[in-house]
Structure formats: structure tokens, C-alpha cells
């Protein structure tokens, strides 16, 4: 089970950072995602870590304005979101991918959990 927060409004140029919380399973077991969806777009990879941190990987549009971090010990995945963008708003959802590997893959194919979402809304 996934349970993502951190959501809400924020200003152009503002920050967030989005938690996700993992009960169930081994969490240094899986990788885990972050995707996004939005009315204007069908969902869109945003970021993923593998089990153990040491692979990350970023969609084209958050380069450099994300940070995707976990903590194994304390079941949490973290999306640092600076210099917000109106495009960024959405929908956020956490993603875990339970195949044992040390990929962080950008397929939404790959995972099998999901968290409920958390929404986010950058104002101009």
C-alpha cells in the first residue's frame, strides 16, 4: 500500500516536496516512481530510484528541478519540486515497481502499486 502527500498551491518559481509512504513489503526490496497526470496530458513519467538509491532517472521536462530521493529505513520516498512551473500541475502518483532488480524504470509498465495521488497546483 502507497500513501502519497504533500500536494497543494504554490507560486510560480515556489518549491514542494512530495512524500510517499510504502507498508507491506520490504521497501529496500523495489524500486519506486513518481508519474503525473493532468487534464491536458496523458500520464507522464516524472521520476524513479531503484531499491537502493543509486540509480535515478528524470523525465525531460523536470531535469534539473527534481530531486527524487528514499529513505529504506523509514519506508519513504521523497519529490523534492523546485522552480515550479504551471505546467507542472497535476496529479502526482507514486509508483512501485516490484520486480527485483536495480533498474529505476521510466515505463509506467513496470509498476504494480499505486499511491492515491496528491495534487499540485502552481499558480502564474
Known amino acids: 500500500q502507497l500513501q502519497a502527500s504533500g500536494g497543494g498551491l504554490v507560486q510560480a518559481g515556489g518549491s514542494l516536496r512530495l512524500s510517499c509512504t510504502a507498508s507491506?513489503?520490504?521497501?529496500?526490496?523495489?524500486?519506486m516512481g513518481w508519474f503525473r497526470r493532468s487534464p491536458e496530458k496523458e500520464r507522464e513519467f516524472v521520476a524513479a530510484i531503484s531499491r537502493a538509491g543509486t540509480v535515478r532517472d528524470y523525465g525531460d521536462s523536470v531535469k534539473g528541478r527534481f530531486t527524487i530521493s528514499r529513505d529504506n529505513a523509514k519506508n519513504t520516498v521523497h519529490l523534492r519540486m523546485n522552480s515550479l512551473k504551471p505546467e507542472d500541475t497535476a496529479v502526482y502518483y507514486c509508483?512501485?515497481?516490484?520486480?527485483?532488480?536495480?533498474?529505476?524504470?521510466?515505463?509506467?509498465?513496470?509498476?504494480?502499486?499505486w499511491g492515491q495521488g496528491t495534487q499540485v497546483t502552481v499558480s502564474s
Open positions: 509508483a512501485a515497481d516490484y520486480t527485483v532488480t536495480g533498474a529505476a524504470h521510466t515505463s509506467s509498465d513496470h509498476y504494480e502499486a
Open positions: 507491506g513489503r520490504t521497501f529496500s526490496d523495489y524500486a
